[in-house]
C-alpha cells in the first residue's frame, strides 16, 4: 500500500503517464481513500492547467545570457 509520501513523490509521473500499470492501480487505489492526497492531486491538475495557460515569453536577453553563464559548462547544456 502507498503512504501519502509515495504519492508526492509519484505524482508527476502519474500525470505524465509514466507509471507501470501495477503502480497507477496503487497510486489510484491510495487516492480512492486518502482524501488529502485526493486533494492534493487535484491542486497540482488546477496547477499544471493554470500553469499551461499562460502565455509564453521569454527571458529578456543578458538575463538569459547571465544565466547560461552560470551553468556549468560540462556538455549537457542546450545551445
Same mark, same amino acid.
Given at each position: 500500500?502507498?503512504?501519502?509520501?509515495?504519492?508526492?513523490?509519484?505524482?508527476?509521473?502519474?500525470?505524465?503517464?509514466?507509471? +507501470?500499470v501495477?503502480?497507477?492501480?496503487?497510486? #489510484? !487505489?491510495?487516492?480512492?481513500?486518502? &482524501?488529502?492526497?485526493?486533494?492534493?492531486?487535484?491542486?497540482?491538475?488546477?496547477?499544471?492547467?493554470?500553469?499551461?495557460?499562460?502565455?509564453?515569453? +521569454?527571458?529578456?536577453?543578458?538575463?538569459?545570457? #547571465? !544565466?547560461?553563464?552560470?551553468?556549468? &559548462?560540462?556538455?549537457?547544456?542546450?545551445?
Amino acid at each position: 500500500m502507498l503512504r501519502c509520501r509515495d504519492i508526492g513523490a509519484m505524482a508527476t509521473d502519474y500525470m505524465e503517464g509514466d507509471l +507501470s500499470v501495477r503502480q497507477r492501480m496503487a497510486f #489510484r !487505489l491510495h487516492l480512492a481513500i486518502c &482524501d488529502g492526497c485526493r486533494a492534493f492531486m487535484q491542486q497540482m491538475r488546477r496547477t499544471v492547467r493554470l500553469v499551461s495557460n499562460l502565455p509564453r515569453q +521569454s527571458p529578456p536577453a543578458e538575463t538569459e545570457a #547571465r !544565466l547560461l553563464a552560470s551553468l556549468p &559548462d560540462d556538455g549537457s547544456r542546450p545551445d
